[in-house]
């Protein structure tokens, strides 16, 4: 479904004598067809980088991106609107992706309204999607302060299952949840993730959490990828990412 190639993003930095900070420094994975790839790695090591690259929302320095066979660099503006509706993002925080001032059932319909089906129709597909994620009917017409973090959560799970991508990153998804909640949303994902065939990026500086979701694990450090593995068989790699570890304060 996806394959990167030496994915580099240098931002320039140093007012007298240039200098540059490699936020991704030759990036390359392989996401297969209807599986989960995890990214973990400390703070400022890449990961949200690597994804906004992925979805061409900057500029890459260098590299490749194959979307399904198709080299997302070289798409013109319009080819490139039509291959991305079959992405979407997760963000960290669900609250800063969702308008505040919209009611929730405007937020999970926006995706359809595009689609210009019947009010109706979409009224019906509304209440479907919220029964999908697990939200209450009584849900329907409240904002999102009127919700907690893990419903909105569900709310754009259930957006983004009303756009049915084939491909999927989420970046920190839960991580601004409690571990009860995260641990229903992960396993809300992963159910729909079967359901529909979705592949997904997934990223995280919780390797327990990616161990949890992913079928292989790339660990991140410093703009590159220092481990690359099936996730049963991380373990061998436990001297690689023991250090990281210690680093990151997890042992
Ligand atoms: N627009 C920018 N200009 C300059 N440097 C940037 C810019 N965006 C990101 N960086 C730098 O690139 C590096 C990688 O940032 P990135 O956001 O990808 O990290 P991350 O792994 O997602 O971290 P976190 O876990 O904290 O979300 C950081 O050192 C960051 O300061
Ligand atoms: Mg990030």
Redesign the pocket.
């Given at each position: 479904m996806l394959e990167v190639e030496g994915l580099t993003k240098y931002?320039s930095?140093g007012v007298i004598h240039k200098r540059y900070?490699k936020?991704?420094d030759g990036v390359s994975l392989i996401i297969k067809k209807g599986e989960t790839l995890g990214l973990v790695?400390?703070?400022?090591?890449?990961?949200?980088?690597?994804s906004r690259l992925i979805l061409r929302l900057?500029k890459p320095t260098g590299g490749k991106v194959l979307f399904d066979g198709v080299d997302l660099f070289a798409l013109k503006r319009e080819e490139l609107r039509k291959i991305r509706s079959r992405m979407q993002m997760i963000f960290?925080d669900p609250e800063s992706s969702l308008n505040p001032r919209m009611k929730i059932k405007d937020s999970i319909s926006e995706p359809l309204k595009l689609r210009k089906l019947p009010k109706k129709e979409i009224e019906q597909r509304i209440l479907e999607l919220m029964e999908i994620v697990e939200l209450l009917p009584e849900h329907i017409n409240r904002y999102p302060y009127q919700l907690s973090g893990g419903q909105n959560q569900r709310v754009i799970l259930a957006r983004i299952i009303a756009v049915n991508p084939d491909f999927i990153i989420a970046?920190?998804p839960t991580s601004a949840l409690d571990v009860s909640v995260q641990a229903q949303i992960l396993n809300m994902m992963k159910d729909l993730q079967k359901k529909y065939d979705q592949t997904y990026l997934f990223?995280s500086?919780d390797l327990d959490v990616v161990k949890s979701i992913a079928d292989s694990i790339g660990v991140?450090y410093l703009?590159r990828i220092l481990v690359y593995s099936i996730t049963q068989s991380i373990h061998i790699h436990r001297d690689y990412y023991l250090p990281l570890q210690l680093r990151w304060g997890l042992l």
């Open positions: 931002y930095s900070v936020a991704v790695g400390e703070s400022g090591c890449g990961k949200t980088t690597v900057i960290q970046d920190e990223i500086h991140m703009g």
